[in-house]
């Protein structure tokens, strides 16, 4: 009778019930045990729940201890093992200076595109829970646990959507001469989402039935197509969201938006790092990605805080667009429809696409995977900042017409992109030889002939994104030189 009686109190306790619950289970009026069986219970009771308590702790412990962002291994030397939460959280602080002055009344800031920009936030505190669980409860990264990774995702889709279609909303209403609508598109959202789906699923069974005989085997962590469609879907908007921003700065007269788009690229290359991670199906060979796309987030959210205190600062100066803005006819529910449709498409494409040609995907190297993420920022930067009209490229000529403000633009740009190229230079090699360079020894020497090649070759496709970048910082120099003189002409 006691022993079944301490099995009854075991079980409810297991079961996360109270103390109190636990003693009303013993409890019988009609009948009084002999006290050394209310004792043998009551010992039983105290010590079960004891036990039950300290296996809570012990959970709420080791949540408290798991670390949602990071990696199990991120190819940096030990010391900086984790390294990529640290830089993810300091990221925040400059996100909400950037909100702050994103959301000021003289930016002019589109009401969607302020309201996408805070929703952001909701995906980043998403991926926290997210995190944890992948690796409480399925022991492995957020990255391959897909229905945790695709459905934190689609906030940071979301998000993008909500940051660009406020802006070609603004566009539009400039050449219509009407209010813009902050409105959020919740149909729209239903008929993207919807139609996404529709078109992964219907690709799901083509595109296997049809490849299935020439396509590689696929890993079991692999992205589903929904996933994938989500990140194809995040980086079609943001990069759509870049131009709209440059076009935003001329319809609107203020030029310091340009700034934006330069402030923006950051962000594209991180999400091109996550994606090239993906590519490679999440293998620890090349977590450093991770960490890289750690700190170009900061470096995004960095940028973005000064693009947007030099739009609040120059909203006071702007100045008439000189011409009526270009005409943008929107149509949402098209556009939604076109970007469902290119959100499938291009997820079928990545996914099955890979798998056509070879061992690409399962012989992962660094040099590759750093032009997946540089080359099509580059390239994209270089088309959206290309001189309207003119058709002439990017110059030091360009650079030059600014004056002594753009000849110190250019220094401070480029005494800031050698301050990070070559101590990152060195690192990734140390990420991809397992040690730090040695002239001294033969064959790093030789090795350092081939880096170099590549190395430099990746410096000469970033010209553009430094001169823009040059160009971009021109006027705040500008201003400061004549507050400068200012104060000279008043003291003399």
Known sequence: MASRSVRTCSSSFSSSSSRSSCHSLHRRPSRRRPSFIRGSCAEAVFHA?????????????TVAATDAWSVTANGLPTALAGIETKLFQAGLAPYLVYLWFLGQPQTKTPPLTNFGARFLLLFVFATIPAGIVAKTVYGDILSNVDVLHGSSEALLTLSNLFFALGFARALAAETQDSDVSGDVP????????????????????????????????????????????????????????????????????NQAWKGLTWAMAPFLASGLSACTFHVFYNVPELGALVPLQALLTLSGNTACAFAAYRISSAASTASTPASPAESLDLDEDSVIL????????????????????????????????????????????????RPRGTGEPLSMETVKSYGLAGTLSYILIELGFWAIAFPLALSWYKVAEGSWLDLSNAADKAKLLGAGTVFINGVRLLVPLRLGAAIALAPTVDRVLKGVRGEEEEEA
Do not use: Q, R
């Not at 729940?49 to 412990?61: I, R």
């Not at 970007?339 to 190297?365: I, M, Q, T």
């Open 186 to 253: 919740f149909k729209g959202v239903g008929k993207l989402v919807a139609v996404a789906l529709a078109g992964c699923g219907a690709l799901a069974f083509a595109a296997p039935a049809l490849l299935g005989g020439v396509m590689h085997d696929e890993p079991t962590n692999a992205l589903s197509l929904p996933t994938w469609a989500v990140h194809v879907s995040s980086i079609t908007e943001w990069s759509v969201a870049m131009s709209l921003v440059w076009a935003y700065g001329d319809a609107s007269g």
């Open 338 to 385: 076109k970007l469902a449709l290119l959100s499938a498409g291009g997820a079928a494409f990545v996914k099955y696409g890979e798998l056509l040609v070879g061992d690409f995907p399962f012989s992962p190297s660094y040099p590759t995977a750093l032009t997946m993420i540089l080359l099509p920022t580059a390239l994209y930067m270089a088309y959206l900042t």
């Open 49 to 61: 729940s004891l036990l039950c308590d300290l296996n809570s702790v012990n959970s709420v412990a």
